[in-house]
């Protein structure tokens, strides 16, 4: 596997954009962190506490591939403020089908919280309805004004904007930017 970005802006707060960041394009070429098994398990036991001893197989890591398009597809309509692709809707809810389960509130240091407790389904289908509920979360709780797609024309990562004038997934393709526009202006001369 390639090197690996660093995590963008709301990957930590949102299971589901995390999972759309595992596919993006840098200047070698499109990378895949969960192109393979073991990349893919360790993923699901960091992000949604699969167990480490997770069975994967080739048509499970696809049902990962096919959950993250259809999370894509979804986000990416919000951003873009138009209908979603009615198959991204069928995907993210058979994930959800797959392992019923409920809503809790828990208290924490007096702060009421809502999670997600699978009721039913085995461990990786419990962990892809987690994901599939967090994209289904998002699109209607106050994470939804900070979703946007990094602005650097090479990059179709995702973000959660933790101020207003972030634009850029990471200090990478900030960088990359700024260089450009600093090489812009002084190739242009006087």
Do not use: F, K
């Not at 070429?29 to 480490?52: F, K, V």
Request: glycine share 6%; aromatic share 2%; charged share 30%.
């Amino acid at each position: 596997m390639r090197n690996m970005v660093g995590p963008a802006p709301g990957d930590a707060q949102s299971v589901a954009v995390a999972l759309v960041n595992t596919r993006y394009d840098d200047a070698r070429g499109p990378i895949d962190e969960l192109e393979d098994l073991d990349p893919a398990r360790r993923w699901l036991t960091e992000r949604t506490g699969a167990p480490s001893d997770l069975e994967l197989g080739a048509v499970d890591v696809e049902r990962m591939h096919e959950l993250r398009a259809g999370i894509r597809e979804l986000l990416s309509a919000l951003i873009e403020v138009r209908a979603p692709d009615d198959n991204a809707l069928d995907v993210i809810a058979a994930a959800t089908a797959a392992a019923p389960g409920s809503s809790r509130l828990t208290l924490h240091r007096n702060v009421l919280a809502r999670e997600w407790i699978a009721i039913a389904g085995d461990p990786l289908e419990r962990a892809l309805a987690l994901i599939a509920t967090d994209a289904i979360a998002l699109t209607g709780d106050e994470r939804r004004d900070d979703l946007a797609e990094c602005a650097a024309p090479d990059c179709s990562r995702l973000l959660l904007r933790d101020h207003n004038r972030r634009r850029w997934c990471s200090t990478r393709c900030g960088d990359r930017i700024r260089a450009a526009r600093y090489r812009a202006r002084h190739a242009a001369g006087p």
